[in-house]
Structure formats: C-alpha cells, structure tokens
Nanobody, 125 residues
C-alpha cells in the first residue's frame, strides 16, 4: 500500500480556494508528524505547513500564514491543506510528507522520510 496519496489539486483562478487531501492510511497515523511542501518548476522543494502528531501544534511558512491552514483527522488518517486567496505564485506540485513523531518537528525536506507523489495546483491570473 502506498503510504501517502495526495488529491484535491486542480486549475483555479486568482483568489479562489482549494482543499488538498493526503490519505495516510498506509501509516500508523498517530506516530507521525505531517507536512505539506510544494515545488514549482525550476525551483527547490519549499516548506508550506506542518502539523504535529497531536493535531495541536502547527507551523507555516511566512508566505502562507493567514491564507493556508493545515489540519488532520486521525479517524480518517487524513491530512488537509486548506488554501485560500490563491495567487499565481502558488502554482506548484504539492507534496504530503511524514516524519516520525520522535524526531525533529522541522521545516526542511530532509526532516521528512516518507513522501507522496504530489498533486498539481495551478492558479491562473
């Protein structure tokens, strides 16, 4: 079973909203901190948001604060990324990632050991 499967991406217009989903049924979910990263063409993978295993502690990249919200539903083994007021510069492939709850709750891609295959988000101007 694939550990992480993203969905919810698509093509939207500036100012629209999207909700991304990460199905983590392949993991023992409560043991993992979860995060979203994104990668635009020609750019490095960029931290977006993360949520600790307890569902309480979150962290956001500065450019996403106030527009994006990460949450998790342990009963559904799912992580969400609610994205509002989308801009063309939000266009990227969005990846879900998992890191053991016993390790650093970080913002670097190297802090996360399990990755999904990504979902494309495109925002037109």
């Amino acid at each position: 079973q694939v550990p992480l499967v993203e969905s919810g991406g698509g093509l939207v217009q500036t100012g629209d909203s999207l909700r991304l989903y990460c199905d983590a049924s392949g993991l023992t979910f409560r043991l993992w901190n979860m995060a979203w990263f994104r990668q635009a063409p020609g750019k490095e993978r960029e931290f977006t948001a993360s949520i600790m295993w307890n569902g309480v502690t979150t962290n956001y990249a500065d450019s996403m604060k106030g527009r994006f919200a990460i949450s998790r539903d342990d009963a559904k083994n799912t992580v969400y990324l609610q994205m509002n007021s989308l801009k063309p510069e939000d266009t990227a492939v969005y990846y879900c990632a998992a890191a053991s709850r016993f390790h650093n709750f970080g913002t670097r891609a190297s802090d996360y050991t399990i990755w999904g295959q990504g979902t494309q988000v495109s925002v037109s101007s």
